[in-house]
T-cell receptor, first 110, second 115 residues
């Protein structure tokens, strides 16, 4: 079974708007990663946040982690057409197995 | 730096036929993973190698799937005989960190269609 679950399943926004997606997980983790997958391509690593961190930034990306709620959010600011992709969270639990969620599909309209 | 190379990119076979996928990881990466991604789902780990040894193959359907990593570099994933439900993208990934806590580098994937 998948450890992480993203919400919403799909998101459609206008170019320039912000996109927020969430990831909830079931068991304690060591760290959480976010990946992007463009249609027909492999996954690309975006950002890693450790269990003792609460927030992390990378360019237009902002990730938060709330271990008490077992959830994380990914915010993409000032979205562009190139941000159209599926976004996956991946968690490594106590057994160190990396588990991916089903993803959030983001469509950025011009 | 060259990325993870996979081939073929696309393969269409009839059920009960066999197929093999090849992966060349990033140079120097000791850990290699094979994931199966069914349409609309996230990647599911099939097998993980550390150098040429298997670390985790608990989700590999061993009655039909096999994988090897000779000399700790290239890897092949074989399916024999294929079933309709094996239609998926097979993703290879590598990492320099064998603890599963680091960044994974993915190839473009091999899309399999079983008719």
């Amino acid at each position: 079974s998948q450890q992480g679950e993203e919400d919403p399943q799909a998101l459609s926004i206008q170019e320039g708007e912000n996109a927020t997606m969430n990831c909830s997980y079931k068991t304690s983790i060591n760290n959480l990663q976010w990946y992007r997958q463009n249609s027909g391509r492999g996954l690309v690593h975006l950002i890693l946040i450790r269990s003792n961190e609460r927030e992390k930034h990378s360019g237009r990306l902002r990730v938060t982690l709330d271990t008490s709620k077992k959830s994380s959010s990914l915010l993409i600011t000032a979205s562009r057409a190139a941000d159209t992709a599926s976004y996956f969270c991946a968690t490594d639990a106590v057994d160190y197995k990396l588990s991916f969620g089903a993803g959030t599909t983001v469509t950025v309209r011009a | 730096e060259a990325g993870v190379a996979q081939s073929p990119r696309y393969k269409i076979i009839e059920k009960r036929q066999s197929v093999a996928f090849w992966c060349n990881p990033i140079s120097g990466h000791a850990t290699l993973y094979w994931y199966q991604q069914i349409l609309g789902q996230g990647p599911k780990l099939l097998i993980q190698f550390q150098n040429n040894g298997v670390v985790d193959d608990s989700q590999l359907p061993k009655d039909r799937f096999s994988a090897e990593r000779l000399k700790g570099v290239d890897s092949t994933l074989k399916i024999q005989p294929a079933k309709l439900e094996d239609s998926a993208v097979y993703l290879c990934a590598s990492s320099s960190d064998g603890s599963n806590t680091g960044e994974l580098f993915f190839g473009e994937g091999s899309r399999l269609t079983v008719l």
